[in-house]
């Protein structure tokens, strides 16, 4: 059992495992990596198939949450494509992360996320951190989580986020152009104009708004922030890699509605980036025999997180943070 002096000097993937251990447990599968694409893209067909079949209210809002979680499914498959663990070839790699993953949406490269990234695992939680403001505002006030809450299902901070990068495109070097905005635009505009054909063919043309751009501007930023959140907003420690990351334990319909593709088990991410998501349960059952449970930052469900993020007993804001779009995965560069 480790204790916690002992515990505060793993800050390596070799202080904790051994060699065979980060071999076995950063072994990539292309068959599993193409069954996580799958597996998303089915959900979401499914779910636009259901709501196509038995139109109402109540099973379009379902419908709403379950694509706005799969659209941050997504992103988190792409999560690993930019750490080079989704594929073991590279190029089929960042092939299915642009054209798979990234760009149904606004996103399209999987290389600036990646080079943006990387600087979040190199300073994470320190002054060099360029996610550090995604934390740094908590904890807060119950009313102001609230505000941002409701600014996520109402679409306001969707349009701003979407705004912002499709404004990007048009000002590459801060000057417009229409022809670098066509050009970076044009592949994800023909594929919503898919997308909504596949809609139109069905007879119910305004389902694509329903079940894709709305999920999107509200659903979708909603369990970004929950998960930007959970991961490293009030931890204990900033310095610790056992305590600068969380992990959350996610049940079953945390994991269908929030937290999808094992993303909750995030320190373990931090601790062993080469461990495809797939991996992660495993290397969290590892630590855990290892007797390092007591010092690791876990708690039980997003409840809890956000009861931690927002307290009853708020006692005054911290330092003031200027808020800028969730650049915390990947879809978006």
């Known amino acids: 059992m480790a204790t916690d002096k002992e515990s505060s000097l793993l800050q390596k993937p070799a202080d904790i495992f051994s060699r065979e251990e980060i071999k076995a447990l950063s072994a990539r599968s292309n068959l599993r990596g193409a069954g996580l694409i799958l597996h998303c893209w089915a959900t979401i067909g499914l779910t636009w198939f259901i709501c196509i079949e038995w139109t109402h ?8 949450a379950i694509v706005g979680t799969r659209q941050l499914g997504l992103a988190i498959i792409g999560h690993d494509a930019a750490h080079h663990v989704l594929f073991e070839n590279r190029q089929l790699n960042d ?22 990234h990387f600087v979040h695992h190199r300073h994470t939680q320190q002054a060099g951190d360029p996610d550090l403001p995604l934390s740094a505002p908590f904890p807060t006030s ?9 600014r996520d299902l109402t679409g306001q901070t969707g349009f701003k986020q979407y705004g912002a990068t499709i404004k990007s495109a048009f000002y590459p070097d801060d000057e417009f152009s ?4 066509v050009r970076r635009l044009a592949p994800n505009f023909l594929i919503n104009l ?14 694509y708004f329903l079940l894709w751009i709305v999920p999107a501007l509200t659903w979708h930023s909603l369990v970004s922030r929950i998960r930007n959140i959970a991961e490293h907003a009030v931890v ?13 334990i996610a049940s079953w319909p945390e ?15 931090h601790l062993l980036v080469s461990a495809p998501c797939y991996r992660l349960p495993a290397v969290h059952e590892l630590l855990k025999s290892k007797g390092l449970m007591s010092h690791m930052e876990v708690r039980q469900g997003y409840a809890e997180v956000l009861r931690i993020a927002a307290p009853v007993n708020f006692s005054g804001p911290p330092p003031k943070y200027q808020e800028k779009p969730n650049n915390s995965l990947p879809g978006q560069s």
């Open 57 to 64: 209210p109540a099973i379009i809002l379902v419908g709403i």
């Open 95 to 116: 092939w299915a992360a642009e054209w798979l993953l990234n760009r149904a949406l606004v996103g399209a490269s999987i290389t600036p996320y990646r080079n943006y």
């Open 142 to 150: 119950r009313a102001s989580l609230r505000r941002k809450i409701i």
């Open 178 to 181: 229409l022809h670098a905005g």
């Open 194 to 207: 898919a997308f909504l054909a596949v809609f139109m063919l069905a007879g119910k043309w305004y389902l």
């Open 236 to 248: 204990p420690d900033n310095d610790d890699r056992l305590r600068n990351t969380r992990t959350t």
């Open 255 to 269: 994991r269908m509605l929030l937290a999808p593709y094992f993303v909750n088990y995030h320190l373990e991410h």
